[in-house]
């Protein structure tokens, strides 16, 4: 991630860099990995031969940091930290604002005269709307520090919920930044579609674990039951699949080679 200049992207400005909460390279490797077996297996369908697949992690990450390369070739100058801003036709306001609670945040973009309109009708025209600087999109933007902290001493005496419910309903793209428990137990789209379920680990002990992100129509599969503990699949693995006869496994057990 640092290496395909991802890390370098993410943080705010005037701050150090800042990596994300995941792996992402992962998935996006996986993903690319992916599209590159489908490419190969068409290939083959149509030639019936086969191929190698060279994939390179950091190549997949930096396909998608094309503004890296479009900003210095187009403007000669390296592509900054904008933390929840965006570099470039960025709306205002656009950003995560702080609501009532412990950490509880809601993310509001505001583009076009006609939103910022009904985001102020939205919230009762409070007095600082009607503030010159902030009366057309191109002031909003340049006078942003100064809308943020009007915008979250709305914010900071709402709660996160009502508030995104209040700005949808009025048309205003705005939505809770959920925690781990908000999509577990709260999310009512992550509900109906059941992406979380709970099965029963070794001991009978109900886990929640998440399903794959995709349902197919003709093949739906399902999970029915926990991974195995530690070991549990040990001697199958071992004598059934390896062909480690009883007295070798015996003298691997004594040497502690499965402690």
């Given at each position: ?36 077996v ?49 570099a ?8 995560a ?18 939103e910022?309109d ?5 919230i ?41 419910h ?12 959920q925690?781990?428990?908000?999509l ?16 029963p ?16 129509s ?10 195995p ?31």
């Amino acid at each position: 991630q640092a290496w395909s200049g991802f890390t370098d992207l993410t943080g705010f400005p005037g701050e150090k860099p800042s990596g994300p909460a995941s792996a992402y390279s992962d998935a996006v490797a996986g993903m690319a990995g992916a599209q590159a077996v489908l490419l190969a297996l068409i290939q083959r369908a149509r030639t019936g031969r086969g191929q190698w697949i060279d994939l390179s992690q950091m190549e997949a990450m930096s396909a998608l940091l094309g503004p890296l390369v479009l900003e210095l070739s187009a403007n000669k100058s390296d592509v900054q930290r904008t933390g929840n801003r965006l570099a470039h036709g960025g709306g205002a306001p656009h950003g995560a604002y702080r609501c009532l609670g412990d950490d509880r945040w809601l993310a509001i973009t505001v583009f076009t005269d006609d939103e910022w309109d009904a985001f102020t009708a939205a919230i009762g025209s409070p007095g600082w709307a009607s503030d010159q600087r902030f009366a057309n999109a191109e002031s909003r933007l340049i006078h942003v520090d100064a809308l943020d902290k009007m915008v979250e001493s709305w914010t900071v005496e709402q709660n996160a919920e009502e508030a995104m419910h209040l700005l949808q309903a009025a048309g205003v793209a705005a939505g809770v930044v959920q925690t781990g428990e908000d999509l577990a137990e709260n999310d009512p789209h992550l509900r109906e579609r059941g992406l979380f379920q709970k099965v029963p680990d070794a001991a009978g002990v109900l886990r929640t674990i998440e399903r794959a992100p995709y349902k197919l129509s003709r093949t739906p599969g399902s999970v029915t039951r926990g991974a195995p503990e530690f070991g549990a699949d040990q001697d199958f693995v071992l004598s059934e699949i390896l062909g480690v006869d009883d007295d070798e496994l015996a003298e691997m057990a004594i040497a502690g080679a499965f402690d």
